[in-house]
Every structure is written in structure tokens, then in C-alpha cells.
């Protein structure tokens, strides 16, 4: 990219995000080739503003105002573009699609897309859906579309609760022949209706079953018809729970012939031209039920402080660039982790076989060792590849005991002294983490427990120890570490990057704090080391579970960039995932960069172009893994929570809103609606300035972190929803949800 403006350009000037019609006016007014550093340096961006910059060029791409011109490079369009996105609206009175651009901020209504019939054999559109369309404008606001490919590169698929006909439904009454097999519920929240399964399209499902169907064309009115063409299995199975998420998001969880071929052939890796480590007593600590472990830790008193080595599995050694597995890789970006099952990056023979760092095993890997003095800075970092043989398999339990002095036999085997140079070594890192002022968010994870039969037998929050802090600690150094010496080499590298929270979020987060009688300083001077002391101060309180949680709020997603603006959260100038390259493309790539930069493979290295296209591409793939963890969660709440329809509960208030009051449940750590109609009668205030929620002819008011009992009134496994109920209100008369 260039690195001066464009000719004609005015000179920068600051005063935040532009709107889109200033941005619009800046690339049609200037000469040469603008792209997203020229629009920062006129409008005087920073880090913070990189996403929503991001995110408006992206939508102004696809509503048709600006065209691409070149390379991440921009133009104003006049009209709409040869092809875009756009989003079935409805039909028109021959049945025929008509869609909308996806976003229009133009003057009066968007241009209406007439899409042709789909080719024979395809399903037809669906309203809502989205397709990359080919347009010719055929009069003012009107374009003929053809449909060159689905958004979703698949047919439109609804997942969904499939319910057989209840006699009492009115449908029931009509003759066999016209008379449909059920009705399908969606998963998707945003959902209204309801979709109709005809006779002979239900693929044999039996009533209450999960599954997957596809649209069927519409031949009159009432609800859409589709064809199931896939069930996951019944609703009261846990085990079909996370499948629900995996289909909804098109999450790849079948392997291509090739890929799975070359894991298959995979063999283990001699020791000639490496370093050996064998005999360095190496450990891996991870949890209970992990199979694929991919770091290995180990420490030593050195002079004051301590030499530490973290040796990570050498997937690049497995994984080639432009291979079929490298290919499959970076198409899912990272595993996903749900509680009955992970869906791999890498096939099982590598990711939990060749790759993982099994005990009692060689096994090839990627090493640093260095130096961590007693304030805890780092220093004489050395990469290598080596070959190593773990001394074991630990979990984080296993060592919390024995730090407090119940060890088991397995840690009694260890070297003696191995357990104390290992917290030795944390406790001095974390005198330098300290120091540097990191934003230590204490959010509350939740572990779903499964019986052998696939049943959930608990709910309970997870318990974050000293152990895991302390593998967290070695992590931060050595990806600090790799961050640093592709920096010193000039390598191009895919950073972990945190940018800073808006200064708009910041100031809406500092007068919610005020209301509470904690206070920020200005926004122009505040740093992660003012949230975190916040935190400190609300620690152990009724209040800590809401104030994480604003916090948490305010800020941007870290992802993954070439380019170098930091990590907020972690106070780091350069930060970059080293650590977790079996379930992490971004770590395979840092592997790989490494290795060109010192010497051990011959490059070159990706460039920053290619950099930027990919970080983009797995920014994408985690927030949808962590999107799918998050909903399977909410389901597996709500399927626990339908089992106990009308028991009271303990929980707080985490948010409010003008429909209703969102409670988490102390037990469960579920999030669950208290809604307007199961409060008293009343007229109730939502007032957003003192974040309350206030009755005019009573007392009773909610607010933020405040305790409740609730009673569980519904529950919709398939949705993951969760009605709430006070205690002591008498239901009023609402429409019931399905």
C-alpha cells in the first residue's frame, strides 16, 4: 500500500469513525487509490476504530455504494454492482422471489430484485435467505437477479424440533391426502414461524426428533413447506445437542478422502537434525477429559530465577502448505469444543495421535527456553526444534493437589523439585504482569457433566486454580517470546491483537460504573491497569459477576492481524498465538514463520497480504466456534432446566431492558428472561440513565447485580430459552412460547 495520500487529498483530520455518507464523499472526492490506511489517516483512526472501519467498507461493498477497485481498494458505485448479496424479502403473484440488497442507505426505498426461477433441480429461495446475485437493471429501483451462488455455498437448511400432528391441530381435520406429517420448530431464535412438514417429506422422523430439513417451493398461502433430509437424533439425547449448533452454523465436521488419507499416512519423526530432549523431564498439563495435547512445560532454578522451556508439537512438520490437510486447516480455522464432543481441525491420527504429546512417547516438537527473572522479565529466548518424550500426562487437579500438599502417585514420580521450580517460575511471571497493569477479567465458565448415557447430570460452574493460571503464565511468555523474534528477523507475522475500547464505549462504561460508585478516570487517560484495579475493588462482592461483565462489554475482539497495534487486555506491545497449533490455524502459521526465520526451513514466509486475507478468514472461523459453544450451552441449560419446570431458584440480575429482566442462575450460571408479564401489575419504567427498572405505584424496583429467586416457568431445549417466573406474582394471561 501506498505510503502517502492520494493526490488531491486534504490534509487529516481527527473526530472519530466517519459516518457513510462522509466516507462515501471522501472516495468519490479523491484521486488514486484509496483503501482502508488512506481513509485512516484522513479521518485520523486508530486501533480501536479498525473493525468498525472494517465492518462498514464490507457493508458498503455489498449494498452497491462502493465498488472494489483492486485489492482492498475502494470506489463509489453508482448503481447497483454487476453482482452482490441480496435477501429474499417475500414473492410476487407468480410465486417468484423478490429480494433486497442486503444494506441500503441510498434516498428513498432499495432498488427491488426480481430473481428468475431457479434452475431445475434446486430448491427454491427461501424468504431470508441470501444469494450472490448477477443484476441488470431493468428501470429506476427495479433489477432482474440470477442466483450465481447460495451465501451459504449449500441449499438453505432449517434446523428445527420436529413435532408429528396433534389431533387437536386444525390441519388433522383435512383429508389424508392433503393432511401434512408436522410442523418443524426452528432452532433459530430469530425465527417466527413455523415450517410445514408435508406428507412423505418427513423422512420417518418420529414426533420430537431434531433434524434437518430444506425448503420446498410454495404453492399457496399459510406456512412455508420443507423436506427433512437429515435427524440428528431426538430431543431428550444431550448428545444431539452440540450437532444442532454444528448444523446451524455450517461448521465442517466430515474430513475430506485426502486429508484424512495423508493424516493416515503419517509417521514418527526421527531425532537426526533435531535437538533431543528426551531426557528433559517435560510435562503437559491440561484438563481431565483433553486428548490432543499439543504444550509441554518445564522449569529450573537459574541463579535468582529461573530457565523455563515450553516445547509445543510440531504440526508444521505434518501439515505442508497447499496440502489437502493445510487446505481442510484453514478452512475451519480452530476446533470447537462442546461437552460431548470436539470437532477437530486436524484429523484424530494427528490431532490426537502423531501431533499429541502423549506420555512415555517421542514426539516432535517446537521449543523456547529463557531466562524469567524475579520481577519476572524475560530475556535470551532460544527457538529449536527438538524431539521430546513427556514425562506426563497431568491434569490441572492433579497439580492443584500436590501444590496443596496432596500429591498423588503420579505426581510423587515426578523429579523431586520439579512441582516448586514450576510455581517458582509463575510467581515471577506474575509479578511482571502485574506491573504491567493487565485487565484480569474473573468471567464465570460453566462445565456441563454427561452420564454414560448421555444425559446431563449436572450443571456447576468451572473452577479456575492456581494451575491453570500458571500454564496460562508460560503460554503469554513463549507467544511473547515468538512475537518478538519474528520482529527482530523482519518475518511477517499474524498477531493476537486487542485494540483498545472505543472512547465512546469507555465513557457509556464510566458513568454505568459511577451509578455505582466506582469510578474511571478520563477516558483519554485511562488504561487496562484502571479497569483491572476496578475489578479488584468490586472482587468478592455481589457486584463482581455485573461489573466483569460490563467491563467485558466495553471492549473490542481480539483477532488476528499482520498488522503489530497490540494486545489491550494483556498490556503488550507484540503478541502472537505460538502455543496451540493442533486447534489453532493461527499457531501453524507462527510455526511456520519461525522456522523461516531461523533457518531451520528454507521460506519464504507468507507475506503481509496473504497474512491479512487469512487473519481475516480465522477471525471469522473462532467467533463462529465460540458462537457454537456459547448456544450449546444455553441449550444444554435449557434442557437440564426443563426438567424442572416450577422450581425455585437463586440468581441475579444482569441486565434490563423494556420487555423484561435477564436473570443468571447462581446454580447453572444459565441466562434466563424474566419477562414484563410476570411482574406485579403495575406501570414500570426502564430508566437507561440509572440502569433501573421501577414500578410508579409501588416500591419495587430491579437493577443490576441484584439477588432474586425465580421460579423456572418454561423452557425450549430446541431454542435454548428460559422463562422466568417471581415466587410470589400470580401469572398474568400472556401468549405462551413454543
Known amino acids: 500500500m501506498p505510503d502517502r495520500l492520494p493526490t488531491g487529498t486534504p490534509p487529516a483530520r481527527t473526530g472519530g469513525l466517519p459516518d457513510r455518507e462522509q466516507l462515501r464523499a471522501f472516495i468519490e472526492g479523491a484521486t488514486g487509490r484509496i483503501g482502508k490506511r488512506e481513509i485512516s ?66 434516498e428513498g ?37 440470477r442466483t450465481l451462488r447460495r451465501v451459504s455455498d449449500a441449499p438453505i437448511q432449517i434446523v428445527g424440533l ?34 410445514v412438514i408435508p406428507a412423505g417429506e418427513d423422512d420417518d422422523a418420529p414426533d420430537n426428533e431434531i433434524v434437518i430439513a430444506t425448503p420446498l417451493p410454495q404453492s399457496g398461502p399459510g406456512l412455508h413447506p420443507a423436506r427433512i433430509i437429515e435427524r440428528l437424533g431426538p430431543q431428550g439425547d444431550a448428545r444431539t445437542i452440540s450437532m444442532v449448533s454444528v448444523a446451524m452454523l455450517g461448521i465442517p465436521h466430515v474430513f475430506p478422502t485426502e486429508a484424512l488419507a495423508q493424516a493416515k499416512s503419517a509417521r514418527g519423526i526421527a531425532p537426526a537434525g533435531r535437538t533431543d530432549l528426551r531426557e528433559m523431564p517435560l510435562v503437559t498439563i491440561d484438563g481431565a477429559d483433553a486428548r490432543d495435547f499439543d504444550d509441554a512445560i518445564y522449569a529450573e532454578p537459574d541463579g535468582e530465577g529461573f530457565r523455563i522451556t515450553i516445547a509445543i508439537a510440531d504440526v508444521a512438520w505434518y501439515v505442508r502448505p497447499g496440502t489437502a490437510l493445510d ?40 521449543f523456547v527456553t529463557m531466562n524469567v527473572a524475579p520481577d519476572g522479565a524475560t530475556s535470551n529466548a532460544r527457538f529449536g526444534r527438538g ?24 505426581m510423587q514420580a ?21 506491573a504491567r497493569g493487565t485487565l484480569d ?44 523474534c519474528l520482529e527482530a528477523r523482519h518475518i511477517p507475522c499474524l498477531y493476537r491483537i486487542h485494540a483498545p475500547p472505543a472512547p465512546e464505549r469507555l465513557e457509556s462504561l464510566r458513568r454505568t460504573l459511577d451509578l455505582m460508585g466506582l469510578k474511571l478516570p478520563p477516558v483519554g487517560s485511562l488504561r487496562a491497569t484502571d479497569l483491572d484495579r476496578v475489578l479488584d475493588s468490586v472482587r468478592d462482592t455481589d457486584q463482581a459477576g455485573l461489573v466483569n461483565e460490563l467491563i467485558l462489554r466495553a471492549q473490542n475482539q481480539a483477532e488476528y492481524s499482520p498488522e503489530p497495534i497490540g494486545h489491550f487486555g494483556l498490556s503488550l506491545a507484540a503478541y502472537a498465538h505460538f502455543t496451540s497449533p493442533i486447534r489453532r490455524y493461527a499457531d501453524l502459521l507462527t510455526h511456520r514463520a519461525l522456522l523461516v526465520a531461523t533457518g531451520l526451513e528454507p521460506g519464504p514466509a507468507p507475506g503481509h497480504e496473504a497474512l491479512e486475507e487469512v487473519g481475516e478468514a480465522i477471525t471469522r472461523t473462532e467467533r463462529r466456534a465460540a458462537q457454537a459453544e456459547r448456544e450449546t450451552l444455553e441449550r444444554y441449560g435449557a434442557t437440564w432446566l426443563g426438567a424442572r419446570i416450577g422450581t425455585e431458584m437463586d440468581g441475579h440480575v444482569s441486565s434490563l431492558s ?21 411482574l406485579p401489575e403495575d406501570q414500570w419504567h426502564h430508566d437507561e440513565k440509572t440502569q433501573t427498572l421501577h414500578a410508579r405505584d409501588t416500591t419495587m424496583a430491579f437493577r443490576p447485580g441484584q439477588a432474586l429467586r425465580v421460579r423456572i416457568e418454561e423452557a425450549c431445549a430446541i431454542r435454548g430459552t428460559v422463562l422466568l417466573a417471581l415466587p410470589d406474582v400470580a401469572p398474568r394471561l400472556r401468549k405462551r412460547r413454543p
Open 658 to 678: 423494556r420487555f423484561g429482566i435477564f436473570v443468571v442462575l447462581d446454580a447453572t450460571g444459565t441466562s434466563a428472561l424474566l419477562p414484563m408479564s410476570a
Open 414 to 434: 515426578l523429579p523431586p523439585g520439579l512441582l516448586d521450580s514450576l510455581f517458582g517460575a509463575w510467581t515471577c511471571l506474575t509479578h511482571a504482569r502485574r
Open 41 to 106: 489517516r484522513e479521518f485520523g483512526l486508530g486501533p480501536e476504530h479498525k473493525a468498525a472501519l472494517r465492518e462498514m467498507l464490507r457493508d458498503m461493498a455489498l449494498d452497491g455504494t462502493l465498488a472494489p477497485a483492486g485489492a482492498r481498494r475502494f470506489r463509489v458505485s453508482d448503481r447497483l454492482p454487476e453482482s452482490m448479496v441480496v435477501q429474499v424479502t417475500g414473492t410476487d403473484a407468480d410465486g417468484d422471489p423478490i429480494a433486497k440488497p442486503v444494506q441500503w442507505d441510498g
Open 327 to 366: 487446505r481442510e486447516a484453514r478452512l475451519r480455522g480452530n476446533s470447537v469444543y462442546f461437552p460431548d464432543r470436539v470437532i477437530p481441525m486436524l484429523p484424530e491420527d494427528l490431532s490426537n495421535g502423531w501431533c499429541s504429546l502423549r506420555p512415555d512417547e517421542d514426539r516432535g516438537c517446537l
Open 387 to 410: 524431539i521430546m518424550r513427556s514425562a506426563g500426562r497431568l491434569t490441572y487437579e492433579q497439580v492443584q493437589a500436590a501444590r496443596d500438599g496432596a500429591p498423588d502417585t503420579t
Open 441 to 484: 477479567l474473573d468471567l464465570p465458565e460453566r462445565l456441563v457433566r454427561l452420564g454414560d448415557g448421555g444425559e446431563i447430570t449436572a450443571i456447576a460452574p468451572r473452577i479456575r486454580l492456581d494451575s491453570h493460571r500458571l500454564v496460562e503464565e508460560f503460554m503469554i511468555a513463549a507467544n511473547v517470546a515468538a512475537a518478538r
Open 162 to 195: 420436529f413435532r408429528t400432528l396433534p389431533p387437536d391441530d386444525p390441519a388433522a381435520s383435512t383429508p389424508a391426502r392433503f393432511r401434512p406429517a408436522g410442523r418443524l420448530t426452528p432452532a433459530d431464535r430469530r425465527a417466527k414461524a413455523e415450517w
Open 109 to 145: 426505498p432499495p432498488p427491488t430484485v426480481f430473481m428468475h426461477p431457479e434452475l431445475r433441480g434446486r430448491a427454491a429461495l427461501a424468504p431470508g435467505e441470501r444469494v450472490v446475485a448477477r443484476l441488470r437493471r431493468v428501470g429506476p429501483g427495479r433489477y432482474e437477479g
